[in-house]
T-cell receptor, first 111, second 116 residues
Framework: DQQVKQNSPSLSVQEGRISILNCDYTNSMFDYFLWYKKYPAEGPTFLISISSIKDKNEDGRFTVFLNKSAKHLSLHIVPSQPGDSAVYFCAASALGNQFYFGTGTSLTVIP | DTGVSQDPRHKITKRGQNVTFRCDPISEHNRLYWYRQTLGQGPEFLTYFQNEAQLEKSRLLSDRFSAERPKGSFSTLEIQRTEQGDSAMYLC??????????????FGAGSRLTVL
């Protein structure tokens, strides 16, 4: 069973515009959520995280929003840059044990 | 510290052969995770260690798979009698001691296995 879902396999945006990547989860015990970025032939790289006690966390151009009632989180990238083109995975964990990953969204930022 | 190291980066083997992957975590990290990733999928959890203790194993980890972390440092993942379905990227990650709302997995570059 897929406890973390990313329903959009791909997303294209123009450079300078906002990219919004979405993620849904089913397990109400998850208390920590992360976003990872992955380039081909490399391992995933940590981008930003959020604890379940917060509803927003911001780091430069990247903001993660958490809606616990809807079991939904999103990653906003603004402004988007060509170097942001990569596959983005959301992940969730409960008490820091096993981390569950979504299937990823491939972002293409068009110059 | 050079991060999480995995070896080999690529392995091509024939069906039925055994393969072993090694992971060297960040030195101060006591947790070590193994994941498998196939094309179009996200990383799938296989197992994780806290120090030398293997705390959790996925049902994906059949009896052909075994992982060890002697002395709580590096880890090995062995696959016996490989099958074509084992072809995947095997990712290792490590993290520090549990801290609520603060744990981050740091991944290695992965070991890509191709079973012919």
């Amino acid at each position: 069973d897929q406890q973390v879902k990313q329903n959009s396999p791909s997303l294209s945006v123009q450079e300078g515009r906002i990219s919004i990547l979405n993620c849904d989860y089913t397990n109400s015990m998850f208390d920590y959520f992360l976003w990872y970025k992955k380039y081909p032939a490399e391992g995933p790289t940590f981008l930003i995280s959020i604890s379940s006690i917060k509803d927003k966390n911001e780091d430069g151009r990247f903001t993660v929003f958490l809606n616990k009632s809807a079991k939904h989180l999103s990653l906003h990238i603004v402004p988007s840059q060509p170097g942001d083109s990569a596959v983005y995975f959301c992940a969730a964990s409960a008490l820091g044990n096993q981390f569950y990953f979504g299937t990823g969204t491939s972002l293409t930022v068009i110059p | 510290d050079t991060g999480v190291s995995q070896d080999p980066r690529h392995k091509i083997t024939k069906r039925g052969q055994n393969v072993t992957f090694r992971c060297d975590p960040i030195s101060e990290h006591n947790r070590l995770y193994w994941y498998r990733q196939t094309l179009g999928q996200g990383p799938e959890f296989l197992t994780y260690f806290q120090n030398e203790a293997q705390l959790e194993k996925s049902r994906l980890l059949s009896d052909r798979f075994s992982a060890e972390r002697p002395k709580g440092s590096f880890s090995t993942l062995e696959i016996q009698r490989t099958e074509q379905g084992d072809s995947a990227m095997y990712l290792c990650a490590s993290s520090g001691p549990f801290a609520a709302g603060a744990n981050v997995l740091t991944f290695g570059a992965g070991s890509r296995l191709t079973v012919l």
